[in-house]
T-cell receptor, first 113, second 110 residues
Framework: DSGVTQTPKHLITATGQRVTLRCSPR?????VYWYQQSLDQGLQFLIH???????AKGNILERFSAQQFPDLHSELNLSSLELGDSALYFC????????????FGPGTRLTVL | EDQVTQSPEALRLQEGESSSLNCSYT??????LFWYRQDPGKGPEFLFT???AGEEKEKERLKATLTKKESFLHITAPKPEDSATYLC???????????FGTGTRLTIIP
C-alpha cells in the first residue's frame, strides 16, 4: 500500500459527459501528479500540482482540468468525454524535498461508452 | 526531451530461468532512474532508485544496475509471482514529471 488513495475505482459513463476523479496524497506530500495509461500509449504525464499551485503540464487536453485543494487532495475533471478517453488514470505523490520517487495510487478505470 | 526505451517488450521465462531487462535513456542531466513493477489493472509499485553510474540495488530476486546510458533489471531464479510489467522512468528537471518507458511484460511459467 503506497498510502495514496484514489476514488472511485471504476467509472462508466457516456460520451459527452463530465466526471471527477479524486486523489489523496501520502501524508505530508505536497506534490500530486496525474497520469493517463491507455493500451496504446503507456503511462503519460498529465499535470503536476505542488501545494495548491500548478507546476507543470504534459499532454493534457483542454477538456481536462485539475486542481489541488488546501488539504492537499486533488481532483481531475474530465469533460465532453470521448470514447478515446477510456483509460486508467493514476495519481502519484512525492516528498517535498530530497529524492524524487513518486508513489502511485491504485488508479481509476474510466470507461466511456 | 527525455526519452526512455525498454526491451524486450515481452519476455517469457521458465521458473528458475534468470534473465535481464533493459532500459536505455537519453536525458539532459540524470536526476535518477526509477524501476517500478505494475500488475494488471493496478498502480505502479516503486522498486528502486539509482542515481549514478555503477550503482546497484537489490531486493529479493531483483537487482538493478546503472551505466551512463542504460539500466538493467536482473531477475535471478524467478518465480511465477514475479510475473508483471516492469517499468523504468526518469524524473524531469525540478521533479516536474516522470517519463516512462513502455515496459517489459514478464511472464514466469511454472
Amino acid at each position: 500500500d503506497s498510502g495514496v488513495t484514489q476514488t472511485p475505482k471504476h467509472l462508466i459513463t457516456a460520451t459527452g459527459q463530465r466526471v471527477t476523479l479524486r486523489c489523496s496524497p501520502r501524508s505530508e506530500d505536497l506534490s500530486v501528479y496525474w497520469y493517463q495509461q491507455s493500451l496504446d500509449q503507456g503511462l503519460q504525464f498529465l499535470i503536476h500540482y505542488y501545494n495548491g499551485e500548478e507546476r507543470a503540464k504534459g499532454n493534457i487536453l483542454e477538456r481536462f482540468s485539475a486542481q489541488q485543494f488546501p488539504d492537499l487532495h486533488s481532483e481531475l475533471n474530465l469533460s465532453s468525454l470521448e470514447l478515446g478517453d477510456s483509460a486508467l488514470y493514476f495519481c502519484a505523490s512525492s516528498a517535498t524535498s530530497g529524492s524524487y520517487e513518486q508513489f502511485f495510487g491504485p488508479g481509476t478505470r474510466l470507461t466511456v461508452l | 526531451e527525455d526519452q526512455v526505451t525498454q526491451s524486450p517488450e515481452a519476455l517469457r521465462l521458465q521458473e528458475g530461468e534468470s534473465s535481464s531487462l533493459n532500459c536505455s535513456y537519453t536525458v539532459s542531466g540524470l536526476r535518477g532512474l526509477f524501476w517500478y513493477r505494475q500488475d494488471p489493472g493496478k498502480g505502479p509499485e516503486f522498486l528502486f532508485t539509482l542515481y549514478s553510474a555503477g550503482e546497484e540495488k537489490e531486493k529479493e530476486r531483483l537487482k538493478a544496475t546503472l551505466t551512463k546510458k542504460e539500466s538493467f533489471l536482473h531477475i535471478t531464479a524467478p518465480k511465477p509471482e514475479d510475473s508483471a510489467t516492469y517499468l523504468c522512468a526518469v524524473p524531469g528537471f525540478g521533479n516536474e514529471k516522470l517519463t516512462f518507458g513502455t515496459g517489459t511484460r514478464l511472464t514466469i511459467i511454472p
